[in-house]
């Protein structure tokens, strides 16, 4: 019987190697069939949906084996479901590049480091502008590919504020005073308000926060800052006198927001740059739009006529289907393409997020949609001014406390009261 | 042996190996055939009945989506803002919209349970105020969404909610998918009058994941609406058109929720449910081969019936090798028996039967042996009686002649001689007939020889001269008795006819191991081929005993064995030479081969 085990077992484990070489190699062919499909996920079809459907159609003219297809969703949704696929490991259903919003960057990033293409060694970084470079990184790797900077600008209807009797000098150099002062009259004129409010969105509390060089949170990142903010307080208290005047009209949501300015019933927009493609998605109001640097803060020191909204960037998901080729797209088209942000400029009136933006051959351009201004010029410049503000990780969370708390302020009028809830609120919330 | 093709072809072995390999290729077919087909059977019953379960469970979950959905819809109803908001705007200023616009948020966030959280709602006001959940824009007029489908069948039913396909929505994000729309018109109780209607989009892979798992690339499952129409299903070319398909118009007369039914070559388990809350019926097919083919993997299966085959063959093989090994052993041994070999028993070793037979074929071959044995010593011992009986045989003519020649003798009163005559008479009758003794030693026989001889010498006169050449060392040598005198005596009647005088000479000595005796005369001698019939014939003439040169070869044969005998070498008038061969033995010796 000895003998005989000596024939078998060799015998079976023979056989089961090859049964299960069998097995492997049909995975194998599997695999190499897979085409080259790169999917993006991103949002508002003006602006980062038309650059991203731009930037494909571009890179597939030399890359015949790569398709790339463009999904428009909501900025909360791409969110929302990254988050809950990455922490289901559900890696099938997602798509390969994502945009992702500056302020809530740092949060995803803390939650799923490993699940990025580090780009750090494939993008030359030193040309991005250093705020922007310093949102893509963690633990010294950078993971996103800067887009737009988000610098914020008053856009203006020139022919509205004429029928007030405002010109064009009128607005420059602008106070909130001011621009109070100009709303009440435009309304009583004209019956149109200056600009939106949304109860559900507060980009203006933020705009007017980082002009002052301040946010929700300290420069650590993870202590609430409401209760001794005065950027804050001045904010909110700038918001009040907008709603009680009608300068600032109450809307709900983005459609409505967008559709306001679109169908003229207002009379100026406070916001990051990439609002001008949907200013000029609107073609009849050509040449009636103006740009200026938005109104200061008089009573703050550090006040400055420049701030930031919004303003995003590109990030490579590492476990998606074509991680490798979509990393080599975004680094080819928006890592290092000059000459086609040159093409955004002109088509969808980025403002790119460089260090130089002289380089590009549209900055002096004049647009017409503004009555000839040099609007990319204008932006840039203003770029440079922005204060540097640590936005933390728990932007959006902070602002859904503060946008009940000031509800609050509107009916007993108890800002201090109402700030030290927040505060209260906002502590737990960021605690880490 | 013959080694080749059709002997192997033959074999025990051959034979076993093809039957085995019919029985498991037999067995592995019926077993397979028997074993697909029954659980091909079951699985179909189970796999139905399981699939079922989760279909269930689809229902259920569509039934508790439709319950939430109903949840937000009554909320936006029943919330006060949103009554204001899109009925008394007029009345209310901005701070109050303002506050108006973020309780309609909240009321909403109420309302919608968890796994609704990014779910699109636009809520259009017949005032001509929106409400959108989402960040961002509506791509349509109004016009273009009061005319849409959706809204016109919540407009003429306002009482239940719709679930409509529509090819791209109203929102930017929705504007080229597919989806399935839920409209209701939200009217006043007492005047039923309508003041907005609700549209939730849901786009195909929102709903998907209220199915998802039941879907595989053999399952899928199809939504349709009261026109017959698909409203969303995972097979996306069939979505929005009109249900043609076979199994459909069965499934619409059965009464039964689940069925198995043939469909264009393939085997479909059907599976319906009335989704009366939805207005919609919910069918689920699951292509039941496709699903079993990827339950079975029929080349891993055939591998592993091979790979078992052609184990249990080796194992056989081993086996019936060893079991029919002390077979093939036997028969070697057996054919051996037919060239004459008795000794090769077999060992006794195997398996019982096998054992049996080595031990009855040793028996057999004991048996044979013993026979045989017995048969030889018959034998000689019948050929010893013969030899003796013929060499009692004293020819009478040789008696009459001998006693008429000493009557001459007398008659010539030659008493000496004829005393001498009488003398070697008496000794050869004595030592011929009365001696028992086969063996003698030579000296014995010369002396016979010599008084052979004289007789003949006093009968026919000396013309032929006969001597005696013996080595010392040989006189006590043993031989059978009378192996010579039938040379001489034919040495003296053939060699010198009429009178013709000559020589014999009687040569013994030891050659090695052997005596080797020639008797040679040179007398008229004869061809060679006459001398070897000599040898064989027998001839009637005067012999002294019945003892002739042609028996003496049988006896020395008999004897002696193969390797001795007499040779005869002749030329014709030169003479003839006689050679014996012989074994040396000695009157000790002797004392052994009696016993033996």
Redesign the interface.
Same mark, same amino acid.
């Not at chain 1, 428009?72 to 949704?77: D, F, I, L, W």
């Not at chain 1, 409010?197 to 969105?201: C, M, S, V």
């Given at each position: 019987m000895k003998g005989?085990n000596r024939?078998?077992f060799p015998?079976?484990l023979f056989?089961m190697l090859?049964?299960a070489g069998?097995g492997k190699m049909e995975k194998q062919e599997e695999k190499a069939r897979d085409m080259q499909e790169i999917v993006i996920w991103t949002?508002d079809?003006t602006f980062n949906v038309k650059a991203a459907e731009m930037a494909a159609a571009e890179y597939q003219k030399e890359h015949g084996d790569v398709r790339i297809i463009v999904e428009?969703?909501?900025?909360?949704?791409i969110l929302?479901d990254t988050k809950n696929m990455l922490s289901a490991k559900l890696y099938e259903n997602l798509p390969d590049i994502i945009m992702i919003e500056d302020y809530d960057v740092q949060e995803v990033l803390s939650l799923y480091e490993d699940e990025f293409v580090d780009l750090t060694k494939q993008v030359d970084y030193s040309k991005f502008a250093d705020y922007k470079n310093q949102l893509c990184q963690r633990n010294g790797h950078m993971y996103g590919i800067p887009f737009d900077s988000g610098t914020a600008a008053l856009f203006y209807r020139i022919d509205i504020l004429k029928q007030a009797g405002y010109t064009e000098e009128d607005m420059q150099d602008l106070t909130w005073d001011k621009y109070i002062e100009i709303g009440k009259n435009v309304y009583d004129k004209t019956g149109i308000p200056m600009l939106t409010?949304?109860?559900?969105?507060f980009p203006l509390v933020r705009l007017i926060m980082q002009s002052c060089g301040s946010w929700y949170v300290k420069g650590d990142g993870c202590t609430a800052d409401i209760v001794g903010n005065k950027a804050l307080q001045q904010s909110l208290m700038i918001y009040e006198q907008l709603?009680?005047n /009608?300068i600032? &009209? !109450?809307?709900?949501?983005? /459609?409505?927001f &967008? !559709?306001a300015f679109q169908n003229g019933e207002v009379a100026t927009v406070l916001s990051g740059g990439w609002i001008i493609s949907s200013i000029k998605a609107n073609g009849e109001q050509a040449g009636l739009w103006r740009v200026a640097p938005i109104p200061v803060v008089e009573e703050n020191q550090n006040a400055v006529a420049a701030s930031n909204v919004g303003g995003s960037a590109w990030y490579v998901l590492e476990h998606s289907a074509n991680s490798r080729a979509a990393a080599e797209f975004v680094v080819e088209m928006f890592g290092e393409n000059d000459s086609f942000t040159d093409s955004l400029i002109s088509e969808i009136g980025i403002v790119p997020a460089v260090k130089n933006p002289t380089v590009f051959e549209n900055y002096e351009a004049q647009d017409a949609f503004f009555g000839g201004q040099q609007v990319t010029k204008l932006l840039t410049g203003l770029a440079d001014e922005i204060p540097t503000v640590n936005y933390g990780s728990k932007t959006y969370e902070i602002e859904d406390i503060l946008?009940e708390e000031f509800?609050n302020v509107?009916?007993d009028g108890k800002m201090e009261q109402c700030l030290q809830r927040a505060q209260m609120k906002a502590e737990a919330v960021v605690r880490e | 042996m013959k080694k080749n093709f059709k002997y192997y072809g033959n074999s025990f072995l051959a034979r076993i190996t093809l039957m085995v390999m019919l029985g498991i290729g037999l067995i592995a077919v019926t077993v397979s055939v028997v074993v697909l087909v029954m659980s091909r059977n079951a699985f179909t019953e189970t796999y139905g009945t399981s699939q079922e379960k989760v279909f269930e469970q689809i229902e259920k979950e569509l039934n508790d989506f439709h319950g939430n959905l109903q949840d937000v819809i009554s909320a936006i109803d029943s919330s006060w803002a949103f009554r204001l908001y899109l009925n008394g705007d007029d009345e209310l200023d901005n701070v109050m919209t303002f506050q108006n616009i973020y309780q309609m948020e909240k009321d909403l966030e109420q309302s919608k349970s968890s796994d609704m959280e990014r779910l699109n709602i636009l809520v259009l006001g017949t005032g001509g105020k929106h409400y959108l959940s989402r960040t961002e824009t509506i791509s349509a007029s109004d016009e273009e969404i009061m005319d849409s489908e959706a809204v016109k069948t919540a407009l003429m039913e306002p009482e239940i909610m719709h679930y409509t396909f529509s090819h791209g929505a109203y929102t930017a994000t929705a504007k080229d998918a597919d989806v399935v729309i839920v409209s209701k018109a939200l009217y006043f109780q007492e005047s039923r009058e309508v003041y907005a209607v609700v549209l939730v989009t849901l786009t195909m892979d929102d709903m998907r994941k209220y199915y998802d798992y039941f879907i595989s690339d053999y399952t899928s499952l199809y939504l349709v609406g009261k026109d017959d129409r698909v409203i969303c299903s995972d097979n996306k070319g069939l979505i929005g058109s009109v249900m043609e398909e076979p199994w459909y118009g069965q499934a619409q007369k059965t009464e039964q929720t689940r069925f198995v039914t043939k469909n264009g070559g393939k085997n479909l388990t059907i599976m319906k449910r009335e989704l009366t809350y939805l207005g919609c019926s919910l069918y689920g097919v699951v292509d039941n081969n496709l699903a079993l083919e990827n339950l079975y993997d029929m080349p891993l299966l055939i591998v592993i019936c091979a790979f078992i085959g052609v184990l249990i063959l080796v194992i056989c093989l081993i086996f019936t090798r060893q079991t029919t090994k002390p077979l093939s052993k036997l028969v070697f041994k057996m054919s051996m028996i037919r060239e004459g070999n008795f000794n090769e028993y077999m060992p006794v070793e195997g398996t019982i039967e096998v054992k049996e037979l080595a031990a009855t074929y040793n028996y057999m071959l004991d048996d044979i042996r013993n026979y045989i044995a017995e048969l030889l010593e018959t034998q000689k011992e019948q050929r010893k009686s013969e030899i003796k009986a013929l060499q009692m045989q004293i020819n009478p003519h040789y008696i009459y002649n001998t006693l008429a020649s000493i009557k001459w003798l007398v008659y010539q009163n030659n008493s000496e001689k004829t005393i001498q005559m009488i003398d070697a008479f008496i000794s050869l009758l004595r030592n011929t007939i009365s001696n028992a003794d086969e063996f003698i030693t030579i000296s014995q026989e010369i002396e016979n020889l010599q008084n052979y001889i004289l007789i003949n010498h006093t009968r026919y006169g000396e013309a032929v001269k006969v001597e005696f050449y013996v080595s010392q060392s040989c006189h006590d040598c043993l031989i059978p008795k009378l192996i010579l005198q039938p040379f001489i005596e034919n040495a003296f009647f053939h060699a010198f006819p009429s009178g013709r005088g000559g020589s014999i000479q009687i040569l013994m000595k030891q050659r090695g191991e052997d005596l080797e005796i020639r008797i040679i005369d040179d007398g008229i001698g004869m061809n060679q081929s006459k001398a070897e019939q000599v040898v064989k014939q027998e001839t009637k003439k005067e012999h002294f005993s019945g003892i002739g040169i042609h028996n003496v070869q049988d006896r020395l044969r008999l004897l002696y064995g193969g390797n001795y005998g007499i040779r005869i070498e002749s030329v014709e008038q030169e003479g003839t030479t006689v050679v014996v061969t012989l074994p040396v033995r000695r009157r000790t010796e002797d004392k052994n081969e009696g016993n033996e």
């Open positions: 005989m024939v078998i015998v079976l056989g090859i049964i069998c949002w079809e428009t969703k909501e900025r909360e949704e929302a409010l949304d109860p559900t969105d709603l009680a /009608n600032g &009209i !109450s809307v709900n949501g983005w /459609n409505e &967008i !559709s946008e509800q509107l009916v | -």
